[in-house]
C-alpha cells in the first residue's frame, strides 16, 4: 500500500539506483506491520472457517471488508482419492488454484484452470499411475472443480479420503463492510462448518490516511 513512488518522494530521491533496496523494505514494513496487528491489510482474497453456534453474526478477520463471494454452510463429498502404493506416504491437498498430491516426498498439482470440471480433475488423478486412483460420487461430475473446500497434507495411502464442496450457499445474509460483520438468521451449530471466501484490503488508491 506504500509505493515506491511516496517513498522517494518522502526521501528527495531521484533516480532509480536505490529501487531494488526500496522496494524491498517496503514488503519488509509491511509484512511487519500484518505481523503485529495480525490481519493482512493489502488486498487479498481470504477463506475463513467459523464454528456455527446458532448466533446470527460473525466477523471475518481482515479489515477493508470490500466484497463476499460466498458463505457456506457444511460439505458434501464429490471426488474420492488414494494412493494404493506398497510402503507409501501419500498425502492429498486442496488449494486454492489445484489439488496436490503427494508422493514419497514428490508433488504434483493438478489445476482447476487445467481440470475444471470434477470428471476431469477424477480421471487426470487416476491418470498419474503410480498407485493413484480417483472416482466421482453421484452426479456431480460436471460441477466446476474450483469449488472445492480446501485442506492441507490429509494422509491418503490406502487411505480413502474425500474432496467436498459446500453442501449450502447462504442467501439471506447482510454484509457491514465498515465493522466487517456478517449477519444471517443463524449460523447452523456445528465444528468448522462455516465457510466465508471474501475479498477484504486496501489498495493505493483506497488505504485510509494516517
Not at 533496496?21 to 487479498?44: R, Y
Not at 471488508?65 to 471426488?79: F, K, P, Q, R
Not at 474425500?162 to 456445528?190: K, M
Amino acid at each position: 500500500m506504500i509505493t515506491l513512488t511516496q517513498v522517494k518522494q518522502e526521501l528527495t530521491l531521484e533516480g532509480n539506483d536505490y529501487n531494488d533496496l526500496l522496494t524491498w523494505l517496503i514488503t519488509s514494513v509491511e509484512s511487519v506491520w500484518d505481523q503485529m496487528t495480525n490481519k493482512v491489510w493489502a488486498s487479498t482474497t481470504h477463506n475463513e472457517t467459523f464454528s456455527g453456534d446458532g448466533s446470527k453474526c460473525l466477523f471475518v478477520a481482515n479489515p477493508g471488508l470490500a466484497d463476499v463471494t460466498y458463505i457456506s454452510v457444511g460439505e458434501t463429498d464429490v471426488i474420492s482419492v488414494n494412493n494404493t502404493s506398497d510402503s507409501a506416504i501419500a498425502s492429498v491437498s486442496v488449494l486454492s488454484t489445484g489439488v496436490k498430491l503427494t508422493l514419497n516426498g514428490s508433488a504434483t498439482t493438478l489445476l482447476f484452470a487445467d481440470y475444471a470440471t470434477m470428471t476431469l480433475l477424477s480421471a487426470a488423478i487416476t491418470a498419474l499411475g503410480n498407485g493413484w486412483a480417483s472416482s466421482v460420487y453421484s452426479e456431480q461430475g460436471g460441477w466446476a472443480s474450483s469449488n472445492l473446500l480446501e485442506f492441507m497434507g490429509r494422509n491418503c495411502a490406502n487411505n480413502l479420503i474425500d474432496l467436498s464442496i459446500p453442501y449450502e450457499y447462504l442467501e439471506d445474509i447482510y454484509v457491514n463492510a465498515d465493522t466487517g460483520e456478517i449477519t444471517s438468521y443463524g449460523f447452523v451449530p456445528g465444528i468448522n462448518n462455516i465457510r466465508v471466501k471474501y475479498t477484504a484490503g486496501y489498495t493505493v488508491d483506497t488505504c485510509p490516511a494516517w
